[in-house]
């Protein structure tokens, strides 16, 4: 046998190792995907774009979105109303008064008037109260005095503690009732019978009916007695457009959330459901000042 090659001559081919290739096997979500009917593609598409609306309605149209736009300045306000005004107590800290009188502004209206925080229960004075209740009437502002109710205290020393500490004046607005809980060992008539007494109490010694303020669905469940429908209401009903409140009311505070100058942090939003002659008429004194014709002229 003959070959071309020399003796001990090393081939220069070279010997290729080889080993087999492992595939990863895919995960158990992947091989759901791959097996799946059309329809369940149909179904999934169709919750992505139903989850993808609700959000969009959540973040920009719903409560949330009216919230949103309030605090990061593409507010909404409710429209048809020209008389505004917010509710402070400490949680608004030191207020540069000038400057809020100055600048003052909610939806292109000035600030016409301010509640502020006096009581709560039987025994808290807020820490801000005298100095903005006196504030409020220096810088020109329609000021009034509100009590919390507690659920811990008795109606009548609560009513009789607001008004030794509030010393309401001539052109102040009526005094305010913010109740917002009921207590557990109450039924829900001894309940209403504790605000009444404590809106008699209040009206006979500052001589005007008190304002009752609560959220609409706990005064729907607990106040919506015909008696209580004499006295002026306050409506808390935030990030709504419109309030779908069916009886009368006066003031409504319609965001927590609004930005203003002079004001560090958020304050309460409020308007008033009329003129600034009829705000003047609901003051304590109006019928004084302007005369009993004046005053029934409606």
Request: no cysteine.
């Amino acid at each position: 046998m003959s070959t071309n090659r020399k003796p001990h001559q090393k081939s220069t081919t070279k010997r290729r190792i080889t080993s087999p290739v492992r595939h990863k096997r895919p995960g158990l979500f992947v091989r759901l995907l791959q097996h799946a009917p059309g329809w369940a593609w149909w179904l999934g598409g169709g919750l992505i774009v139903a989850l993808y609306i609700f959000f969009f309605y959540y973040i920009f149209v719903g409560p949330f979105g009216f919230r949103w736009r309030a605090l990061y300045g593409d507010a909404s306000y409710p429209e048809g109303y020209e008389i505004h005004g917010i509710d402070i107590s400490h949680h608004q800290g030191r207020i540069d008064w000038g400057e809020l009188k100055d600048n003052g502004m909610i939806d292109k209206y000035p600030v016409r008037f301010i509640y502020v925080k006096a009581t709560e229960g039987a025994s808290i004075i807020d820490e801000n109260f005298r100095d903005n209740f006196y504030q409020a009437r220096e810088y020109g502002f329609t000021r009034g005095a509100y009590h919390f109710y507690s659920v811990h205290s008795p109606a009548k020393k609560q009513a009789e503690f607001f008004i030794k500490n509030v010393k309401l004046e001539n052109g102040d607005l009526p005094p305010v009732l913010d109740v917002e809980h009921k207590p557990k060992n109450q039924t829900d008539e001894e309940f209403k019978n504790s605000v009444l007494e404590w809106l008699d109490i209040v009206e006979k010694h500052y001589h005007v009916k008190p304002v009752i303020y609560t959220y609409y669905k706990f005064k729907t469940k607990y106040l919506s007695d015909s008696v209580f429908d004499s006295y002026p209401y306050w409506i808390a009903h935030y990030y709504v457009e419109q309030v779908t409140y069916d009886g009368p009311w006066k003031f409504w505070q319609h965001t927590d959330n609004g930005r203003l100058a002079g004001i560090k942090g958020t304050v309460d939003f409020n308007i008033y459901n009329g003129s600034f002659y009829e705000l003047r008429k609901l003051t304590i004194g109006a019928r004084e000042q302007i005369g009993e014709e004046a005053y029934q002229d409606e």
